[in-house]
């Protein structure tokens, strides 16, 4: 990630984003992304928090608002679906693929309950990073980067409570790997559900593109402001 212009508002000693992210590299994280803007800037930020194909890395890519055949235009270039390092889980309702999944994978309409559904697709992403982790013989931090592509349809088809018991579950199985997932919500950051999803996660960036400039990207960590700490890219 480019880091220019960087500035914290709030009091105190502020840390740098060097800082910052190199605390969420060694002891994982779980950022939740806002903002409306484009699927090309969405993809962007994807691939930026998807981590560069220099380094090794296992990615766990979750579709709840993209068919899977789309993937590819999320993965850091010179990264495919097909790649033995990259598992891809379809939660959409009109296709299904996982790569090196040893089970077939469930969608919405397979199970008796919108929430039904939610446990299988987070028994899914366990599976996944269970296997990245048994075949890595341990990962290292950071080395795990999940994304997960929109949490638009796990809300507007499961009780808000039931989301964010998946998300807590979730959130733990990265951290408990030192990973680094983020999770797509576009909606503004004015919109009252990221006020009330904010406090599951480590840090939130809001992606904000105007008359088609690049965009801005703000992160937000409230461990070391609880109010207006902010870091500008």
Same mark, same amino acid.
């Given at each position: 990630?480019?880091?220019?212009?960087?500035?914290f508002?709030g009091?105190?000693r502020?840390?740098?984003?060097?800082?910052v992210?190199s605390?969420?590299k060694r002891?994982?994280?779980?950022i939740?992304v806002?903002g409306?803007?484009?699927?090309?800037t969405?993809?962007?930020t994807t691939?930026?928090l998807?981590?560069?194909?220099?380094?090794?890395?296992?990615?766990?890519?979750v579709?709840?608002?993209?068919?899977a055949?789309?993937?590819?235009?999320?993965?850091?270039?010179g990264?495919?679906?097909?790649?033995p390092?990259v598992w891809?889980?379809d939660w959409?309702?009109?296709?299904?693929?996982?790569?090196?999944s040893?089970?077939?994978?469930? !969608? #919405?309409g $397979?199970?008796?309950?919108? =929430?039904?559904?939610l446990?299988a +697709? /987070?028994?899914?992403?366990?599976?996944?990073v269970?296997?990245?982790?048994?075949?890595?013989?341990?990962?290292?931090?950071?080395e795990?980067r999940?994304?997960?592509?929109?949490?638009i !349809? #796990?809300l $507007?088809?499961?009780?808000? =409570?039931?989301?964010e018991r998946? +998300? /807590?579950?979730?959130?733990?199985?990265?951290r408990?790997?030192?990973?680094?997932?983020?999770y797509?919500?576009?909606?503004p950051?004015?919109?009252?559900?990221?006020?009330?999803?904010?406090?599951?996660?480590?840090a939130?960036?809001?992606?904000r593109?105007t008359?088609g +400039?690049?965009?801005?990207?703000?992160?937000?960590?409230?461990?070391?402001?609880q109010?207006t700490?902010?870091?500008?890219?």
């Open positions: 990630m480019r880091s220019a212009g960087i500035s508002r009091g105190g502020s840390p740098t984003f060097h800082e992210l605390d969420f002891h994982g994280c779980n939740l806002t409306r803007v484009s699927e090309t969405t993809n962007r691939m930026q998807l981590g560069a194909t220099t380094q090794e890395r296992k990615r766990v890519l579709l709840t608002d993209t068919l055949r789309y993937a590819n235009s999320k993965l850091p270039g990264t495919n679906a097909d790649d390092d891809v889980i959409g309702d009109d296709e299904r693929a996982v790569s090196r040893v089970a077939t994978p469930s !969608k #919405p $397979e199970f008796a309950s919108p =929430e039904e559904s446990r +697709l /987070r028994s899914d992403i366990v599976t996944a269970s296997f990245f982790d048994e075949w890595a013989d341990g990962l290292s931090p950071s795990l999940l994304s997960f592509d929109s949490l !349809k #796990p $507007e088809h499961c009780e808000q =409570e039931a989301v998946f +998300l /807590r579950t979730v959130r733990a199985l990265v408990g790997v030192s990973g680094m997932a983020h797509h919500l576009p909606v950051d004015s919109n009252p559900i990221v006020r009330e999803l904010t406090p599951l996660f480590d939130r960036v809001e992606l593109q008359n +400039l690049v965009p801005e990207q703000r992160w937000h960590v409230p461990e070391y402001d109010t700490n902010w870091v500008q890219l």
